[in-house]
């Protein structure tokens, strides 16, 4: 395009000018069939219909959107009478499932998703661009390294970290333990507590229905975080701790979400941790990803604990 501004920097606004191209087409399409969907409940709708009645953070998951976004859609395809929440048998979560207008106004949408993938697989055929593949590519690179890592790497020289979070391995227990103790000495001191569940991850964490995850660069585990089973639907964010010299490299973060990952796909109730108030930067931390300080349920199993939190999802 001779009179193109934005190139690479401008990616979002390239992206937003191709789904207002493929919109007004299918938008115009859905109008004269008389079919009142807009383009962007595409996404919901499609997966209630293909994978059967779904929680909203199963169709967050699918889509790779928020709770929040997932929910608005929802409350605008429930209005149009196109889908409904019903009670699941554990009475925790609703599902959304299609209504029998949603079912009808599906068949009748099918024969017009099975054209547009086809033009869409044209459209590319004819630009000899893998753009699934590209997409894709893009997205597990930011994910490597988030926007905001990859921004301050060329504004301010911070090098991007580079870690993945990995499931618990045996080689890294006594990581689990180091990773943490220097924390709990530096700030308290080690209860029993503590080194029964440091020195012993796998009957006590692990063969109770709980999880370990842990930040790896260049083969080392440079920090770590568990997600305790305390009891059905009730889990604890705890013993996360990162190698002082990573601690400015979004490892944290990354491994409370792993964790707030793990709590969603298992459709857990509830989701605490407890820490102390002098702990200023990891109160802030949890803060971020949408933990609020909540009064005690019951008395703390540990001294040093005076602070709890409990994570909520978006609205």
């Not at 009957?203 to 709980?210: D, P, R, T």
Request: proline share 4%.
């Amino acid at each position: 395009m001779d009179n193109e501004l934005y190139f690479e920097m401008g990616l979002g606004t390239r992206m937003r000018r191709l789904i207002e191209t493929i919109s007004t087409g299918m938008e115009r399409v859905y109008d004269e069939a008389g079919v009142d969907v807009r383009t962007g409940h595409f996404y919901a709708l499609y997966a209630v219909a293909e994978r059967g009645p779904l929680t909203i953070n199963a169709i967050a998951n699918l889509a790779g959107f928020s709770h929040s976004a997932v929910s608005q859609t929802i409350k605008k395809l429930v209005a149009g009478g196109l889908v409904e929440a019903q009670a699941t048998n554990d009475g925790r979560q609703k599902q959304i499932a299609l209504t029998n207008h949603g079912s009808h106004m599906v068949d009748r949408m099918r024969p017009m998703w099975t054209a547009a993938d086809g033009m869409i697989k044209d459209a590319c055929a004819e630009s000899s661009v893998d753009i699934i593949g590209a997409i894709t590519g893009v997205e597990a690179a930011l994910k490597r390294c988030s926007v905001y890592d990859r921004l301050q790497e060329k504004l301010v020289g911070s090098p991007c970290p580079s870690f993945t979070v990995e499931e618990y391995y045996d080689r890294w227990r006594q990581a689990f333990y180091d990773l943490n103790i220097w924390w709990m000495r530096d700030y308290f001191e080690v209860e029993p507590i503590d080194e029964v569940m440091l020195s012993d991850p796998e009957n006590q964490i692990l063969a109770k229905g709980g999880e370990i995850f842990f930040a790896i660069a260049e083969n080392q585990a440079v920090g770590t975080v568990a997600m305790k089973r305390e009891r059905a639907g009730v889990f604890e964010l705890t013993k996360l701790g990162v190698d002082p010299s990573a601690q400015k490299g979004g490892m944290g973060a990354a491994l409370c979400e792993r964790v707030i990952e793990r709590f969603i796909a298992r459709g857990g109730d509830t989701l605490f941790l407890e820490t102390n108030t002098v702990l200023e930067p990891a109160i802030k931390l949890y803060q971020k990803l949408g933990f609020v300080e909540k009064p005690f349920p019951e008395e703390s199993p540990y001294e040093r604990s005076n602070y709890y939190m409990e994570w909520q999802a978006p609205k």
